[in-house]
């Protein structure tokens, strides 16, 4: 991998995604428009969002601007928003793409992905729609096959340039792969660092030519509000501080050098200015491969996994559980 060059990752024909993007979950509104500013301003060209974390029209507000004032071009991003949990059917697919091309205020999404392999029955525009037993009201009736075939639609309309999972098994997208009749998932985005690494499901991805996108790279230590308990921190692993300092680096640079060397794109989040700019600053060094080594070796395989859905009530319960 040179170093000195920000690194892109092949997607369908002649799309290219940054393997470094901005993560956008968990940011409120406020500090979003400042961030995502800052982001821009620091050199982020691709930008992670969904419409489950409703903050797309923030985001939008701030593309806008940055086209409007030809500060940007709208071919220079790339912009990632999913389907959500309620829009799991192929009615939902074309309904939740185009709210979620309004909220952002373009014509089309660079990469569009199945937020969950599990679908939720839609009430209004509940996100988490419950049912008496205060449990999400799953539809067990989500068929990928379907919905599969109306996300390539949404390629062939021009609404978005590549389309993609997350969260799925590898069980979950071996089928899929299987029923993709026009177009393959050109990108898996899961929970992906350092106490978790997903060896086998990112040799699957590899082998199948499925790009592979790491949500949470920092360990997700913003979560531990979400999950009401304590998250390890793994910015303070040993290895990866003596790493850090051999190189000058700090250990989130060096969290997310490891992922990128790994040929896996990541989305860290922050809204701290000095820290957004400094997760981008991680292609002018590399890693040995004996640095890769020690770091491969932090991994805690399944005991390492943070989001395991279980925050949401009910969805454990699922006959295909876990994702
Ligand atoms: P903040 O937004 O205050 O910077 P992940 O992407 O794994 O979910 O991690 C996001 C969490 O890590 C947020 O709490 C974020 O806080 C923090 N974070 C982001 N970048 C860095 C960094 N370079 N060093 C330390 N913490 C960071």
């Keep these: 991998m040179a170093v000195g060059k920000e690194v892109y990752l092949d997607l369908a024909e002649g799309v290219k995604i940054p393997a470094l993007g901005f993560g956008t979950w968990q940011a409120s509104d406020e500090e979003l428009e400042k961030a995502v500013d800052c982001a821009l301003e620091a050199g982020y060209r691709h930008i992670d969002t969904a419409y489950a974390y409703e903050n797309e029209k923030v985001l939008g507000r701030v593309l806008r601007k940055w086209i409007d004032s030809g500060k940007i071009k709208r071919e220079d991003l790339f912009i990632v928003t999913k389907l959500p949990e309620v829009g799991n059917r192929p009615s939902g697919v ?49 068929d990928h096959a ?27 997208i071996e089928r899929l792969w299987n029923c993709a009749e026009r177009i393959k998932p050109s990108m898996l985005q899961v929970e992906l660092h350092l106490y978790f690494q997903q060896k086998d499901l990112v040799n699957y991805c590899h082998s199948k030519n499925i790009k592979v996108c790491a949500y949470s790279p920092l360990g997700s230590r913003g979560s531990s509000q979400l999950l009401g308990k304590e998250i390890p921190d793994v910015l303070n692993n040993e290895v990866v501080k003596s ?18 060397q790994r040929g896996i794109a990541a989305i860290p989040k922050s809204t701290n200015p000095q820290r957004i700019l400094q997760n981008l600053q991680i292609f002018d060094f590399e890693l040995s491969s004996e640095d890769m080594e020690k770091l491969n070796g932090q991994d805690q395989g399944k005991a390492g996994r943070i989001l395991d859905f279980s925050f949401f009530k009910g969805v454990p319960s699922h006959p295909e559980y876990p994702f």
């Design 146 to 172: 379907a919905i599969w075939k109306a996300m390539e639609d949404q390629v062939i309309a021009g609404k978005a340039r590549s389309i993609g999972i997350s969260n799925f098994n590898e069980k979950q």
């Design 243 to 260: 790493i850090a300092k051999k190189h000058g680096k700090t250990p989130a640079q060096i969290l997310l050098r490891h992922i990128i």
């Design 94 to 142: 074309v309904k939740y793409l185009q709210r979620s091309l309004d909220n952002l205020g373009l014509p089309y999404v660079d990469l569009y992905l199945v937020h969950t392999p599990f679908g939720y029955h839609e009430r209004g525009d509940d996100l988490h729609p419950m049912t008496d037993k205060g449990m999400i009201d799953i539809d067990l009736s989500t």
